[in-house]
């Protein structure tokens, strides 16, 4: 394989499995790898070549994206015992797509600069259907020159793409984004049952509202497409979007704010656990009611 155009993806669920035919589409040789024989077996069946281990991807690839649960599993991918860190030659373009933490994010860098690996933080929007597509929309933190070099990877899997700053600064700014769909999943809800009581139902509201200043991506999409017609069918999980609720809640705890807002919507996402399974599809998060509010209390 021609290395500087394989690229590597690790983390091969609907996201990266998605990252990967995209990249193929583009030209790029693919090696894909997981420690998931379904995910695996899943990628094989869709075409992906899959790689022996990571000590292949470090060796035959110019670029290797990153497509995982969370920022402690990037952490153990780099640092672990023959990690990326130990393996990766200087000039490695490291492309994490990954919901992350960017405190975490930043320690990392420190090593990955040290080693020579350029690094982008390059978290995605758009769920799997974005990803397969390659129409994804990017959140992405880097050095210019990192950025720039990392383009022609970027704009096969992403169409809009967002520098944000420097590095960590896309992790930053996914958390803002799954922060506020959460917070808009909430409050929709609760507006909804509101209309609901009154005797209107959602479906009669919702045009209204859309053609109002009360919409939102939420109310646009969201509603119409996966909840209303009661498929609940984005392939992001309530787990997943409790993590980065709870991510949000801790960086501005971390920088020293007041968010009474944010805490309430933490509180919710943090309560839905207890009748709301991790693998359930988030935006069932419309249909949590608990026994109290804070606001009552």
């Known amino acids: 394989m021609e290395n500087t155009k394989t690229?590597?993806?690790?983390?091969?669920?609907?996201?990266?499995?998605?990252?990967?035919?995209?990249?193929?589409?583009?030209?790029y040789a693919v090696l894909g790898l997981d420690k998931s024989a379904q995910a695996?077996?899943?990628?094989r069946e869709a075409g992906i070549p899959i790689g022996a281990d990571l000590a292949q991807l470090a060796r035959e690839c110019a670029t290797i994206v990153l497509s995982l649960p969370t920022s402690a599993i990037v952490r153990a991918l780099l640092e672990g015992e023959g990690g990326l860190l130990a393996l990766a030659k200087p000039?490695?373009?490291?492309?994490?797509?990954t919901t992350a933490d960017?405190?975490?994010?930043?320690?990392?860098?420190?090593?990955?600069?040290?080693?020579?690996?350029?690094?982008?933080?390059?978290?995605?929007?758009g769920g799997p259907s974005g990803a397969l597509k390659g129409e994804l929309t990017m959140f992405i933190g880097g050095a210019d020159a990192?950025?720039?070099?990392?383009?022609?990877?970027?704009?096969?899997?992403?169409?809009?793409r967002f520098h944000i700053g420097d590095v960590s600064a896309g992790h930053v700014a996914k958390l803002i984004n799954n922060l506020?769909?959460?917070?808009?999943?909430?409050?929709?809800?609760?507006?909804?049952?509101?209309?609901?009581?009154?005797?209107?139902?959602?479906?009669?509201?919702?045009?209204a509202v859309?053609?109002?200043?009360?919409?939102?991506?939420?109310?646009?999409?969201?509603?119409?497409?996966?909840?209303?017609?009661?498929t609940y069918s984005s392939g992001f999980t309530m787990q997943l979007m409790r993590k980065?609720?709870?991510?949000?809640?801790?960086?501005?705890?971390?920088?020293?704010?007041?968010?009474?807002?944010?805490?309430?919507?933490?509180?919710?996402?943090?309560?839905?656990?207890?009748?709301?399974?991790?693998?359930?599809?988030?935006?069932?998060?419309?249909?949590?009611?608990r026994a109290s509010s804070p606001a009552r209390a």
């Open 102 to 125: 960017p405190q975490v994010t930043r320690e990392l860098t420190v090593a990955l600069k040290e080693k020579g690996i350029r690094f982008v933080d390059a978290p995605v929007s």
């Open 210 to 230: 859309n053609a109002g200043s009360g919409r939102s991506g939420v109310t646009l999409f969201n509603y119409p497409n996966r909840i209303l017609n009661n």
């Open 91 to 97: 000039g490695l373009l490291l492309i994490d797509t």
């Open 180 to 207: 506020l769909t959460a917070s808009h999943l909430v409050t929709a809800s609760e507006a909804f049952r509101l209309a609901n009581a009154a005797g209107i139902s959602t479906e009669q509201l919702i045009e």
């Open 7 to 27: 690229v590597g993806v690790i983390g091969l669920g609907n996201m990266g499995r998605g990252m990967a035919l995209s990249l193929q589409r583009a030209g």
């Open 40 to 43: 695996v077996a899943a990628a």
């Open 146 to 160: 990192d950025v720039a070099h990392a383009q022609p990877v970027l704009s096969a899997m992403g169409t809009k």
């Open 244 to 289: 980065d609720v709870n991510l949000a809640v801790s960086l501005g705890e971390a920088l020293g704010l007041d968010l009474p807002t944010v805490d309430v919507i933490g509180d919710i996402w943090k309560s839905s656990a207890a009748s709301l399974a991790d693998g359930e599809d988030f935006n069932r998060i419309v249909n949590f009611e």
